[in-house]
Every structure is written in C-alpha cells, then in structure tokens.
Nanobody, 113 residues
C-alpha cells in the first residue's frame, strides 16, 4: 500500500504539501498520481506525473497544484496552493492506472471558508 501524508486543516487561500513514499519497485517504473475523494462523491484523478516528469492535471486544480516526484527518494509530492473549500477531500496516491492493492488510507485535507 502507498501511504499519503501531509494533510490537515487550512483556510481558503492557504497551502499544503502532500507526500507519498513508495517502494522502488513500484515507483521507478510507473506513472504516479494523486487522487481524491470528497464526501458523497466518486474518487477522481487530481494529477499525474510520468517517469520522465511529464505532468497532467484535472481542470479544477490546473494552475494551483503542482505534482512532482523525487526518483532518488521514491517519493511523490503534491504542492497545493490557493486552496478552496471544494478541495476538501481525502487524498490518495497510487500508480496510474491505479492498482487495487496500492490504495492506502489517504490523508484528509480540509479547507475552511
């Protein structure tokens, strides 16, 4: 499983940085991604980064979130700026496409208005 960390409670307009450590066997050969699930909604893709650092973002976070990976540390990051209440969700990391066996508990991000 992949465990995300770094979530918390922040006011609208604030920032958070999420981290996710993975095993080298998973990290080194896979496109990695952040997903999120808000209460009562389906899990959605937030951003992904390929092994050569090509990135893609959901329209809702484009220009506010930055995904990155440190291949030496096998760690995935998500820098979240200009947070909005609608960003409130549990955030997960996984490969892209996702692997059922890699879903962890996620980390809660709550943005207050």
């Amino acid at each position: 499983q992949l465990q995300a960390s770094g979530g918390g409670l922040v006011q609208a307009g604030g920032s958070l940085r999420l981290s996710c450590a993975a095993s080298r066997s998973i990290f080194s050969i896979n496109t990695m991604a952040w997903y999120r699930q808000a209460p009562g909604k389906q899990r959605e893709l937030v951003a992904l980064v390929s092994t050569v650092a090509t990135t893609r973002y959901a329209d809702s976070v484009q220009g506010r979130f930055t995904i990155s990976r440190d291949n030496a540390k096998n760690t995935l990051y998500l820098q979240m700026d200009s947070l909005k209440p609608e960003d409130t969700a549990v955030y997960y990391c996984n490969t892209f496409p996702s692997r059922m066996s890699s879903w962890g508990r996620g980390t809660q991000v709550t943005v207050s208005s």
